[in-house]
């Protein structure tokens, strides 16, 4: 996959890393601010998404869309869609934009709006990413995990970045019997549960 990212895509994947180096330098308001994963993470999520096993790919925040083309490339190796949820107007503009110059319309679908009133109608997940306001983990988590399907894999972003706002919820995800979950120290940390 990373062996053959489309130009167009190369060229918003750049776009949007220099954008978001910005940000953090420029005192962007925190809302405003892309927040991304990393590039390595990007190609981490790639990978993981495209062992997963078949069944439709989630994501829980947008943001710009930077994630979303590391699983665009995933989903389209593993032939399966991804439908990704961003509850910010301004957000979902900027990710229908990379949408469209990647070339991504194939595979991406993009929800305005918050997963948690949508979740119901997903079932036999085979990947989910979940990258949201960290007060929404618990409720976003739950409400992923009952609709993977075996052998589906959860990943949770920002677990080490946000280590002490999270804790709670990453003891409960290492001993929740639905998953085997492990900590994954790259980026901003990545928690990947596989649901058995
Ligand atoms: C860290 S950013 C996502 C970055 C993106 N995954 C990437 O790496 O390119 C988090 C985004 O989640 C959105 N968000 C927060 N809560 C949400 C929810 N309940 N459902 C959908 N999106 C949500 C925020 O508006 C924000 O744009």
Not at 49 to 70: F, L, N
Not at 92 to 97: H, I, S, T, Y
Request: with cysteine.
């Amino acid at each position: 996959m990373r062996h053959d990212i489309p130009a167009a895509m190369a060229a918003r994947m750049a776009d949007l890393e220099a954008r978001d180096a910005a940000d953090r330098l420029d005192g962007t308001a925190h809302l405003a601010r892309l927040r991304q994963v990393p590039r390595v993470t990007g190609e981490f999520l790639a990978l993981l998404c495209a062992a997963a096993p078949p069944g439709p790919a989630i994501e829980i925040g947008t943001s710009a869309g930077y994630s979303a083309m590391w699983l665009a490339l995933a989903c389209r190796e593993s032939a399966r869609r991804l439908t990704t949820y961003e509850v910010l107007a301004e957000k979902v503009e900027l990710a229908r934009e990379t949408i469209d110059l990647a070339g991504i319309e194939d595979v991406v679908e993009i929800v305005h709006g918050d997963f948690r009133d949508d979740a119901a109608r997903w079932h036999g997940v085979g990947f989910c990413f979940l990258d949201a306001e960290k007060d929404v983990y618990d409720d976003c988590y739950d409400l992923a995990a009952e609709s993977m399907a075996p052998g589906g894999l959860l990943v949770c972003d920002n677990v080490i970045s946000h280590a002490t706002v999270l804790e709670p919820f990453v003891t409960r995800v290492l001993a929740d019997e639905r998953v085997d979950a492990v900590v994954v120290p790259m980026g901003k940390g990545e928690l990947v549960a596989r649901r058995r």
